[in-house]
RNA sequence: GCCCCAGUAGCUCAAAGGAUAGAGCGCCGGACUUCUAAUCCGUAGGUUGGGGGUUCGAGUCCCUCCUGGGGUGCCA
């Protein structure tokens, strides 16, 4: 259940009946909001609503406080609705509102905290969608982790969603990836032969011209260079879907730019444009008139040698999305590509759509610290630290969880040292010990040959310990915390609350004690519940990150 | 020049316009014959970059300035 949500209505209706019987004057109430006090002692949630309607009501927010606890109808999981200065409602859980959350989690499952938000409408997120030129990079993983737990997160909200990877094996980057790989096979054949400035430098090319001499000898001198740039992408785009699938991110379409040409869907775009005048003719190309919808200056779409630029390609793309059927589309780019959104949401206007069904979620770029160090990452010689190479040292748990752990907007700092500490200065490990340290009783519970099902139908009024609850309070929490995700698309929550989760665990597995023998046995059988509960809510909130929850670490 | 992001505890960062701005790390002081201490308990630490404004209420919104990063192609 949504708390906040079902809370607000609940106000809403104390509103009504305080102005039916005048206690309150007839006014529209404004949006009421259900907020979570900074400080627990004031109760669970709280309400701001009265200090709003202070000019509306004519009246000290105080009074209006009270006239709205006084006439709140009865919510069965609330046990009290207080005053507090200068005109917050507070509201109080019942204890057993939160003891039954466990069996609410186990009886949900790893669909505990899902809510409906999307009622099954269509949504795309694309995210990585780079180009097969090279192995992925730590900044195109960003963008991976937070798309993919956006999804899962969307998909927790009743949205029916599409993970999309859209790219480009065309045109000159193609061009200049086949004649690299041309030039390093030959290098690889003992050959002379020197990479251009604007030849691809990394060095996995070399690596795939070896594996070709290996298989073919000097056999392909001869092919086109169609040949080379069609095996270094296929190579290259099978090893980017399988660090993908490290990461546990796998997509559902595979979007060719390509088959906007071939379609001629980006032709229908550009008449479109012009039809509706926003598409003219000079220097012997197209340009966009971006300029009237607030750009600093028009674009080229077609170049004068008749290739469409990437940004015409993209507004065709994004015109077809619409054109698909999603009803809301994520687009998640790095910083780097960030001055590229703006335009191709023009073009989208242009074309008669509103722009607003896309989202454009900009994230900022991660450095990587060794022994306190910045990782040097050099692009442009080639020399940068691949996402496989980050996921061979620290893990794909640690780098889903350390990618999830700022804001989009910062920029992260990404500790290799500390993502393999074992410690719980390493909160990858500190939230994923949680879960087992409940496998862990359960498993001691069974070496003891004691019943599996023993704790089937404990009585969960036993579960007292403030710990215990409190724990139970952070569970219903993640409701509200997927809302955050979906509705600011903010991917970053989870990894937050997975952690705070954690350090509400701990203190209570000290604490609350299952096996020892001085627990009585009704209390034994309650707490066994409690962990149960809280190794399946582990489970379902490391899935929600793409984590793995291990039994024994 | 213009656009975007950031500036909050010594450090790395949270904070949905609400109450006394929170965590972790680090520091200092405690707790292990453990349901694996890969953990817990406690102390200290702040003019939220500066200045103005809006609001009953601003770290959050508006204006302005400062500092750092990124972007600003008929490259993608």
């Given at each position: 259940?949504?708390?906040?949500?079902?809370?607000?209505?609940?106000?809403?209706?104390?509103?009504?009946?305080?102005?039916?019987?005048?206690?309150?004057?007839?006014?529209?109430?404004?949006?009421?909001?259900?907020?979570?006090?900074?400080?627990?002692?004031?109760?669970?949630?709280?309400?701001?609503?009265?200090?709003?309607?202070?000019?509306?009501?004519?009246?000290?927010?105080?009074?209006?406080?009270?006239?709205?606890?006084?006439?709140?109808?009865?919510?069965?999981?609330?046990?009290?609705?207080?005053?507090?200065?200068?005109?917050?409602?507070?509201?109080?859980?019942?204890?057993?509102?939160?003891?039954?959350?466990?069996?609410?989690?186990?009886?949900?499952?790893?669909?505990?905290?899902?809510?409906?938000?999307?009622?099954?409408?269509?949504?795309?997120?694309?995210?990585?969608?780079?180009?097969?030129?090279?192995?992925l990079?730590?900044?195109?993983?960003?963008?991976?982790?937070?798309?993919?737990?956006?999804?899962?997160?969307?998909?927790a909200?009743?949205?029916?969603?599409?993970?999309?990877?859209?790219?480009?094996?065309?045109?000159?980057?193609?061009?200049?990836?086949?004649?690299?790989?041309?030039?390093?096979?030959?290098?690889?054949?003992?050959?002379?032969?020197?990479?251009?400035?604007?030849?691809?430098?990394?060095?996995?090319?070399?690596?795939?011209?070896?594996?070709?001499?290996?298989?073919?000898?000097?056999?392909?001198?001869?092919?086109?260079?169609?040949?080379?740039?069609?095996?270094?992408?296929?190579?290259?785009?099978?090893?980017?879907?399988?660090?993908?699938?490290r990461?546990?991110?796998?997509?559902?379409?595979?979007?060719?730019?390509?088959?906007?040409?071939?379609?001629?869907?980006?032709?229908?775009?550009?008449?479109?444009?012009?039809?509706?005048?926003?598409?003219?003719?000079?220097?012997?190309?197209?340009?966009?008139?971006?300029?009237?919808?607030?750009?600093?200056?028009?674009?080229?779409?077609?170049?004068?040698?008749?290739?469409?630029?990437?940004?015409?390609?993209?507004?065709?793309?994004?015109?077809?999305?619409?054109?698909?059927g999603?009803?809301l589309?994520?687009?998640?780019?790095?910083?780097?590509?960030?001055?590229?959104?703006?335009?191709?949401?023009?073009?989208?206007k242009?074309?008669?759509?509103?722009?607003?069904?896309?989202?454009?979620?900009?994230?900022?770029?991660?450095?990587?610290?060794?022994?306190?160090?910045?990782?040097?990452?050099?692009?442009?010689?080639?020399?940068f630290?691949?996402?496989?190479?980050?996921?061979?040292?620290?893990?794909?748990?640690a780098?889903?969880?350390?990618?999830?752990?700022?804001?989009?907007?910062?920029?992260?700092?990404?500790?290799?040292?500390?993502?393999?500490?074992?410690?719980?200065?390493?909160?990858?490990?500190?939230?994923?010990?949680?879960?087992?340290?409940c496998?862990?009783?359960?498993?001691?519970?069974?070496?003891?040959?004691?019943?599996?099902?023993?704790?089937?139908?404990?009585?969960?009024?036993?579960?007292?310990?403030?710990?215990?609850l409190?724990f139970?309070?952070?569970?219903?929490?993640?409701?509200?915390?997927?809302?955050?995700?979906?509705?600011?698309?903010?991917?970053?929550?989870?990894?937050?609350?997975?952690?705070?989760?954690?350090?509400?665990?701990?203190?209570?597995?000290?604490?609350?004690?299952?096996?020892?023998?001085?627990?009585?046995?009704?209390?034994?059988?309650?707490?066994?519940?409690?962990?149960?509960?809280?190794?399946?809510?582990?489970?379902?909130?490391?899935?929600?990150?793409?984590?793995?929850?291990?039994e024994?670490?």
């Open positions: 259940m949504r708390v906040r949500q079902d809370l607000a209505l609940r106000v809403i209706e104390a509103i009504q009946a305080a102005q039916t019987i005048g206690v309150l004057p007839e006014f529209e109430i404004p949006t009421v909001v259900i907020e979570k006090p900074r400080d627990p002692s004031f109760g669970d949630y709280a309400c701001p609503t009265a200090m709003q309607m202070t000019r509306l009501a004519r009246m000290a927010p105080m009074k209006i406080a009270e006239a709205i606890a006084n006439y709140m109808p009865e919510v069965e999981y609330i046990d009290s609705a207080s005053l507090a200065p200068p005109g917050f409602v507070n509201f109080r859980l019942t204890a057993g509102f939160l003891q039954g959350q466990v069996e609410e989690i186990l009886a949900l499952g790893l669909n505990y905290g899902s809510f409906n938000l999307g009622d099954g409408r269509r949504a795309q997120v694309e995210f990585v969608s780079a180009n097969p030129t090279g192995p990079g730590v900044h195109r993983g960003r963008g991976g982790v937070m798309g993919d737990t956006l999804a899962r997160a969307m998909e909200a009743s949205f029916d969603v599409t993970r999309e990877y859209y790219f480009n094996n065309a045109g000159r980057q193609m061009e200049m990836l086949g004649e690299s790989l041309n030039i390093r096979y030959r290098q690889a054949l003992g050959q002379g032969a020197e990479l251009g400035g604007d030849h691809y430098q990394g060095d996995y090319l070399y690596w795939i011209a070896l594996v070709l001499v290996g298989q073919y000898g000097d056999s392909l001198l001869e092919k086109p260079r169609e040949f080379f740039s069609k095996i270094a992408e296929e190579t290259i785009f099978a090893s980017i879907r399988a660090t993908l699938k990461l546990n991110i796998v997509f559902d379409v595979y979007y060719n730019e390509d088959d906007l040409y071939t379609s001629g869907r980006v032709w229908e775009a550009l008449d479109e444009l012009r039809l509706k005048g926003y598409a003219y003719e000079k220097d012997g190309a197209y340009w966009f008139k971006s300029s009237e919808l607030g750009d600093e200056k028009d674009r080229v779409l077609i170049k004068s040698g008749g290739e469409p630029t990437y940004r015409m390609a993209d507004i065709a793309y994004h015109w077809h999305k619409s054109e698909r999603f009803d589309v994520v687009d998640i780019f790095g910083a780097d590509h960030h001055a590229t959104a703006p335009t191709v949401m023009m073009g989208v242009a074309m008669g759509q509103d722009p607003d069904f896309v989202h454009v979620l900009i994230h900022q770029f991660v450095t990587l610290i060794r022994e306190g160090e910045q990782v040097r990452m050099s692009t442009r010689r080639g020399h630290v691949t996402l496989d190479e980050l996921l061979d040292e620290v893990g794909p748990d780098v889903r969880y350390f990618m999830l752990s700022r804001s989009g907007n910062s920029t992260i700092d990404f500790d290799m040292d500390l993502a393999v500490e074992q410690s719980d200065k390493n909160p990858v490990y500190y939230v994923q010990n949680a879960h087992v340290r496998a862990g009783i359960f498993r001691k519970w069974d070496e003891a040959g004691l019943p599996a099902e023993a704790d089937q139908d404990a009585d969960l009024s036993l579960l007292t310990h403030e710990n215990e409190a139970l309070r952070k569970a219903l929490e993640l409701t509200e915390t997927l809302e955050l995700m979906v509705t600011q698309y903010e991917p970053h929550h989870i990894a937050f609350y997975a952690y705070e989760l954690a350090a509400l665990f701990h203190p209570t597995y000290e604490t609350c004690r299952v096996l020892h023998s001085e627990v009585p046995e009704p209390l034994r059988l309650a707490r066994l519940r409690f962990y149960r509960a809280a190794k399946q809510l582990f489970a379902r909130v490391l899935d929600l990150m793409g984590m793995s929850a291990p024994v670490m």
